[in-house]
């Protein structure tokens, strides 16, 4: 194998294929990246079974080969090295030379052949959205996923398509978050992806709108963005029927901008902090909501305006995930949809229609 | 108490003096900011006993008194609030309101009679000098002080006042780091300052050529700028002799570009990482160095032009200790000065005389 290429593409090729690399595996081929030079171009692969990413970029290949170097001291090789061609070349059976300006690393190599095949996936390309759109529709559901793995699926993000739009939702038992988008297709998908591998593959999309073509097997999903693939194994099991758990009435509607009331919680999420207790108390008026905690330390009332329709109400939350919530949001009004002191909120847009989320509320003793 | 003060000054206060709370001592009271509230200003005061930071403010100061809050949940606190005029005011006996616009917090105080007294320091001003010079003597010399406590005295940065100069001294045993800067004094001083707080003293201390003034007692240095004053204790014992270490002759001079140099030094550590040895070894021959290093994943060679003064050598280091130095220097141009492959290497700026280090080599097996 030996081949020249800028450093910046190669730098960007190894940091991509990467994020695959974590490191976990107990298989020590998998701490590595499998390159593969032919005809004026290189294949560059990342994996830990989970997970893969595949990069191809364009060089200077003056002998095809295949090597596997280790991921980690590989990139920062290629990263501390001079702006400036890069020459990278077997020299004997177990050993490379990487050479830019006057400096020379001699590397050994793993053996390509111990390299795990990737899924082999014919892409008949299912549908085709927007990196920037989808990204925010991972940022936006990823953070409600479990935690804990007691029931593994709930560590997964659910992909669903049916009647042309694109569901992604996730919960953990607490609260639930999904977000939609239309979709010009006429298939069904149901397929859970673990929140792990999807959080690496919005770190690769980008906020373009530029398409990822996205392909689903029965046991894969195939993410396509120009010269990228990445590749996930979907988690195993029946994803929770999430739309019984969604009340489709409610009793009153609160109508807030999201930024003060996010102040306004962050604040006396401060007070609620001792003890870990998160508990904050919502007193919805007429006309205003006031929002209380306490611990040993002290006490807190904040006080914001907003539009109730409805009767009054009193209910309590974990902070946490209210703040959670109206982080991500981004329109400038929220909705708070309600019932009773004990069922779950319904927080949206006031806006546009593509978000859902969850939260269930705290039973305080009195109530 | 009771007085009034916008967000951004009362912020400002409390994030200078909470440097000061370590939350390390066993005292629950030093985890609090004492305030005192008298004529038209504020006095906020943080310590852990070693450091002891007071800041004023001037403000409109309704009702005198002292109270302590505690330092985490207040600067919070004051941090989330609007950017509007903050209102604190003692409203029974053991606790303070603090509200802002529509926001109301009730804070449990601590007993400000046992807010330990801070040393007293009457101020006979010793040298002035310009903040960002200091903070940068301070930066350059830090980071070569002992990380273990085995040698107590080594933890600490020696000020040195002689000769109208000002020298600041760090060394543990591998290294050593010297920063001098002309004084416009006769005094003479030797006093050793713990470098966890000097840490904190440049964090104060910003870039610009307004001065601090400087005390010493014989048991603390006062640090004074603007309306800030912070007192640290002095380490107890005898600083090492650091002239006699610093040899004052040499066989032979490097004159060498210093990033080229880092960039070299930082991509052969890459490979010396394996099995923590760090190890570099330098080939000094007539105009090029070569540097080289290896483990069980391959090996490097990295190569400079050079100008010397003096015979070839090869001599080893630990890659840590030049790259530390190397990032700490300024100046485009560095000079080594070396004797022989067991003797210290200094290392100078090749311009401005205001900065010795030294570097013990390591002893390879063949030498």
């Given at each position: ?276 207790t998160?508990l904050?108390k ?32 009193q209910?309590a ?24 002191s004990v ?19 705290v039973r305080l003793l009195n109530s």
């Open positions: 194998m030996y081949f020249k290429c800028e450093k910046s593409i190669l730098q960007d090729a190894v940091f991509t294929v990467q994020k695959a690399v974590t490191g976990k595996s107990t298989m020590p081929i998998l701490g590595g990246i499998l390159i593969k030079a032919y005809d004026g171009e290189i294949l560059f692969t990342g994996s830990d079974l989970d997970l893969s990413i595949e990069k191809k970029i364009s060089s200077e290949v003056i002998e095809p080969g295949t090597v596997v170097i280790d991921a980690k001291l590989f990139g920062e090789i290629i990263r501390k090295l001079p702006s400036d061609i890069i020459e990278i070349k077997t020299i004997d059976s177990n050993s490379i030379q990487i050479s830019c300006q006057k400096s020379k690393f001699k590397l050994i190599h793993m053996n390509s052949d111990e390299f795990p095949e990737l899924p082999h996936i014919s892409e008949n390309m299912i549908f085709s959205i927007p990196q920037r759109i989808l990204k925010n529709m991972i940022k936006g559901t990823i953070f409600a996923t479990a935690a804990d793995d007691s029931r593994p699926i709930l560590t997964g993000v659910l992909f669903e398509i049916k009647d042309k739009r694109l569901n992604l939702v996730a919960l953990d038992g607490y609260r639930l978050a999904l977000r939609s988008e239309n979709l010009d297709t006429e298939n069904v998908i149901n397929a859970v992806i673990p929140g792990k591998t999807l959080s690496e593959v919005s770190k690769i999309l980008d906020d373009s709108d530029r398409s990822v073509n996205i392909t689903f097997t029965p046991n894969n999903i195939l993410f396509h963005l120009n010269q990228t693939k990445i590749t996930s194994r979907l988690l195993d099991g029946e994803f929770i029927k999430y739309t019984s758990i969604i009340p489709s009435e409610y009793s009153l509607k609160v109508t807030a901008k999201r930024l003060e009331l996010l102040d306004c919680i962050e604040r006396a999420a401060l007070m609620g902090k001792e003890g870990n998160n904050v919502l007193d919805i008026e007429e006309e205003s909501l006031v929002i209380t905690s306490n611990s040993q330390l002290g006490t807190v009332r904040e006080e914001l305006n907003i539009i109730l329709q409805g009767q009054p109400l209910i939350f974990n902070s946490k995930y209210l703040i959670d919530v109206l982080r991500i949001m981004e329109e400038e009004e929220v909705i708070m949809e309600l019932t009773s069922s779950p909120c319904i927080i949206k847009n006031s806006g546009q229609d593509n978000c859902t989320y969850l939260v269930l509320p």
